[in-house]
C-alpha cells in the first residue's frame, strides 16, 4: 500500500516536471521564431560611434489587450556610458506627465529639463519621461522596476487620476485581476510568448461603434463609482499598494522620489455624474436652471432652488458645484473652494481623483521619506482669488501650457528645497513672455493642442451628443497640424517643412524657433544643428553660426558639419581655422561619402583659398590635383 502512494506521488511529480518543461520548450520555441512581442523596455542602438538605450515606444502594449491601438511611450535616447557631471530623473505617470495633448516640448518633463539646464547649464540634466495615457499606479510600478540600466538620481511621480478606468483599474475592461497580487501576476505573464498566444486566442478586442473614440473612453467598463463605496475605498488601497512597491524599487536604485500631489479643473468642469435618488434628474437640465437664474442675479431664487435640490439630492455632485458657484459668486471664496472640491469628490464618473488622493500622496511621503512636490497648492495660489480652472486646464484634468508649467517650476522649486538641484538664480521661469520668448515652443505644438482638445471633448463623457470631428484649415498652421494628426505626415516632417515655409517667406525668428522645437526632441541628428548654423548665417551672425557648429563637430564628426564650419570660419577671415575645419571634412569624405557633388566642389575650392591666404601655395597645388583626379572638379587657382 505505501509502495502504490510512493509510486503515486512520484507519477505525479514527474507529470508536473513534464509539463513545466514542455511549458518552458514551448516558451524558447515561440521566442526562436519570433513569435509574440518582446517587451524590453529599453533597446541598444549605436548613433555616430555611440550605444544609446533607446525606448521602446510598444512597451505600453502588454497593458493593452482589449481596446485596441494601445498608447506609446514617446522616442528617446539615453546613452549607454552616463557622463561623470549627468543627473538623470526620471518622470513617470499618465497621460497628464506624457503631455497630452500636446505632441513634444509642452510637458511638464520638457520644461522641467529646460529649466534645470538653463539655470544650471554646469551639469547635463535628463529628464526622462516614462509616461502615457490611461496607466495607472499598477502599470508605474511595473516600469519603475525596469529602469536600473538608466542609472536615475531621482524619480518623479505624477499618477493617482487613472486608478479606476487605466489599465488594471477597478472599473477598466483592462482588467487584471479581482485580487492585487493576482494583478501584478498578469502584468509578468504579459511577457511569456506562452501567455500572448493564449490571450489572444481566448480574448477578443472590443471594437467600438466610434473607432476615433478616445482611449479613455474605449477603456471604461464600470462608469459610474459612489463616493465612499466598497470599490472606491478597495481602489484608494490597491493604490497605497503599489506606492508601497514602488517604494521598494526606489531603495533598490537608491534614489530619491519626488511625489507629487493631484491638481484638476474645479472651478469650469460640471461635473460629469452624480449618484442621483431620482433617475429622471439630469445635470445638463438642471444647471442649465442655475445659471439661468445666476443670469438674472435672481438671489431669492437661487437660494430657494439649493435647498429645493439640497432636500432631494443632498451628496448630488451637481448640488454642491452650483451651490460652490453661488458662494462665489456671493464672495464666500472658502466656502465655495470647499463646495468646489466637494462636487469633484462626488463625481460618480471618477476621471478625476477626488482629495482622498492627496491626502493619500501627502501621508505617505511623510511616513516613507520620500518629497512632497505640493502641485495642488501651487495651482491654488497662482489662481488666487479665485480656483484652478480654465485658467491653467484645457478641460477636467490636462493642463495648459501655463500649467504645464508651473507644474514644472513646483518641482524644481521642491527639488532645490530638498538639495537635490542647486540654487535657482533665474527668476523668470513663470514670466509669460519671457517664457515664449526664449522656450522652444511652437504655433504647430499649440494648435495641434487646441484641436485634439476640441476634438476630445465633442465626444463622451464631455457631452452625450457626439458628433463628428470637422475642421477646415485656415492658415500654414493648420495645414501641417491637420496633415500630422491625420497621419499623413510626421511630427519630424510637418516642422521641417514649416521651417522652410518661414525661410522662404523671410521670418526667420520663427523659423529658429520651429529648429530649436526640433533639436530639443531629436538632438542626435544633424539636421537641427546645421539648419540653425543656416538660418544665423542668412542673418549674418557668423559667429553664432560657428557657435552652434562647434558644440557638436567632434560629436558628429561628419563631413558636412566640418564643412560648415571651415566655411564659416572662412567668411570669418579666420583662414587658419578654416584649413583645419575644412581638411578635417576631406578626410571624412572618404569615410562617409555623404556629400553632394556640388557640396564637394565648394569644399575644395574654400579650402584651396584658405590655403593659398595662409601662404601654403605647394599644399593647395596638390590638393587641386586631388580634386582633379578624385572628383574631377576643375578648379581655377588664383595666385
Known amino acids: 500500500m505505501a509502495l502504490n502512494k510512493w509510486k503515486k506521488t512520484l507519477f505525479t511529480l514527474l507529470m508536473v516536471i ?49 481596446v485596441g491601438d494601445a498608447p506609446e511611450f514617446r522616442d528617446e535616447l539615453i546613452p549607454v556610458l552616463k557622463q561623470n ?44 519621461n516614462l509616461s502615457t495615457s490611461a496607466i495607472n499606479s499598477f502599470s508605474v510600478s511595473d516600469i519603475v522596476d525596469r529602469t536600473g540600466l538608466l542609472k536615475p538620481d531621482a524619480l518623479v511621480l505624477y499618477m493617482g487620476h487613472n486608478e479606476f478606468y487605466g489599465a488594471f483599474g477597478s472599473a477598466s475592461l483592462e482588467k487584471g485581476g479581482a485580487l492585487f497580487y493576482f494583478t501584478h501576476l498578469s502584468v509578468k505573464l504579459r511577457e511569456l510568448r506562452l501567455y500572448q498566444v493564449l490571450q489572444s486566442a481566448f480574448i477578443k478586442t472590443i471594437v467600438t461603434d466610434s473607432p476615433g473614440d478616445p482611449l479613455m473612453a474605449r477603456i471604461v467598463h464600470n462608469k459610474e463609482i459612489p463616493y465612499g463605496s466598497s470599490l472606491y475605498l478597495k481602489t484608494r488601497l490597491n493604490f497605497i499598494r503599489n506606492l508601497y512597491r514602488i517604494k521598494q524599487s526606489a531603495e533598490r536604485l537608491n534614489v530619491p522620489v519626488f511625489i507629487c500631489t493631484l491638481v484638476s479643473n474645479e472651478k469650469d468642469l460640471v461635473p460629469f455624474a452624480s449618484d442621483f435618488i431620482d433617475e429622471e434628474l439630469t445635470h ?29 439630492e443632498p451628496e448630488s455632485s451637481i448640488f454642491s458645484y452650483c451651490n460652490a458657484k453661488y458662494l462665489e459668486w456671493m464672495g464666500k471664496r472658502d466656502s465655495a473652494g470647499i463646495f468646489y472640491r466637494k462636487a469633484r469628490d462626488l463625481d460618480v464618473l471618477r476621471f478625476r481623483a477626488t482629495t482622498d488622493w492627496n491626502q493619500a500622496i501627502r501621508q505617505f511621503a511623510g511616513d516613507n521619506g ?27 484634468v490636462h493642463p495648459n501650457e501655463k500649467g504645464y508649467r508651473l507644474m514644472a517650476y513646483t518641482v524644481l522649486k521642491k527639488m532645490e528645497e530638498s538639495g537635490f538641484y542647486p540654487e535657482i538664480r533665474r527668476n523668470d521661469f513663470l514670466d509669460d513672455n519671457e517664457f515664449a520668448d526664449r522656450y522652444p515652443m511652437t504655433p504647430f505644438e499649440l494648435r495641434s493642442g487646441e484641436l485634439t482638445i476640441e476634438k476630445l471633448t465633442g465626444r463622451w463623457p464631455f457631452t452625450t451628443l457626439e458628433k463628428s470631428f470637422a475642421f477646415t484649415p485656415e492658415t500654414i498652421t493648420d495645414h501641417y497640424v491637420w496633415e500630422y494628426l491625420n497621419r499623413r505626415k510626421t511630427w ?20 529658429i524657433k520651429y529648429v530649436e522645437s526640433i533639436l530639443q526632441v531629436i538632438p542626435f541628428e ?13 542673418r549674418k551672425d557668423y559667429r553664432q553660426a560657428l557657435n552652434v557648429i562647434k ?41 562617409k561619402p555623404t556629400l553632394s557633388q556640388e557640396k564637394i566642389s565648394i569644399l575644395y575650392e574654400y579650402l584651396i583659398s584658405a590655403l593659398i591666404k595662409t601662404n601654403n601655395r605647394d599644399r593647395a597645388l596638390r590638393v587641386l590635383d586631388e580634386a582633379k583626379r578624385l572628383y574631377s572638379i576643375q578648379i581655377t587657382m588664383n595666385y
Not at 541598444?44 to 482589449?66: A, E, G, L
Not at 512636490?373 to 480654465?390: L, R
Open 85 to 128: 557631471n549627468e543627473k538623470r530623473i526620471i518622470v513617470l505617470g499618465g497621460s497628464t506627465t506624457f503631455g497630452f495633448p500636446y505632441t513634444y516640448n509642452i510637458t511638464f518633463p520638457d520644461m522641467l529639463e529646460w529649466m534645470m539646464k538653463e539655470n544650471d547649464p554646469s551639469t547635463k540634466w535628463n529628464v526622462i
Open 526 to 538: 544633424i539636421y537641427p544643428y546645421l539648419k540653425l548654423a543656416d538660418i544665423y548665417e542668412i
Open 370 to 396: 520620500w518629497e512632497l512636490v505640493p502641485v495642488d497648492q501651487a495651482f491654488e495660489k497662482y489662481s488666487y482669488p479665485s480656483f484652478p480652472g480654465n485658467n491653467l486646464f484645457h478641460e477636467h
Open 551 to 591: 558644440s557638436v563637430d567632434n560629436i558628429f564628426n561628419d563631413p558636412a558639419i566640418w564643412l560648415k564650419e571651415g566655411l564659416l570660419h572662412y567668411k570669418l577671415d579666420e583662414f587658419e581655422f578654416a584649413v583645419f575645419a575644412l581638411n578635417e571634412a576631406k578626410t571624412l569624405l572618404r569615410q
Open 284 to 312: 445638463a437640465t438642471l444647471y442649465d436652471e442655475f445659471q439661468s437664474l445666476l443670469a438674472i442675479e435672481d438671489t431669492i431664487g437661487i437660494k430657494l432652488w439649493l435647498k429645493d435640490l439640497y432636500l432631494w
Open 18 to 66: 513534464v509539463g513545466i518543461c514542455a511549458v518552458i520548450f514551448l516558451e524558447l520555441m515561440l521566442r526562436l521564431f519570433n513569435t509574440g512581442e518582446n517587451y524590453s523596455l529599453l533597446n541598444v542602438t549605436t548613433m555616430n560611434r555611440r550605444d544609446y538605450y533607446r525606448i521602446n515606444r510598444n512597451f505600453p502594449d502588454k497593458y493593452f489587450s482589449r
Open 492 to 511: 519630424g516632417e510637418s516642422n521641417r517643412e514649416l521651417v522652410d515655409y518661414h525661410l522662404k517667406h523671410n521670418n526667420t525668428n520663427l523659423a
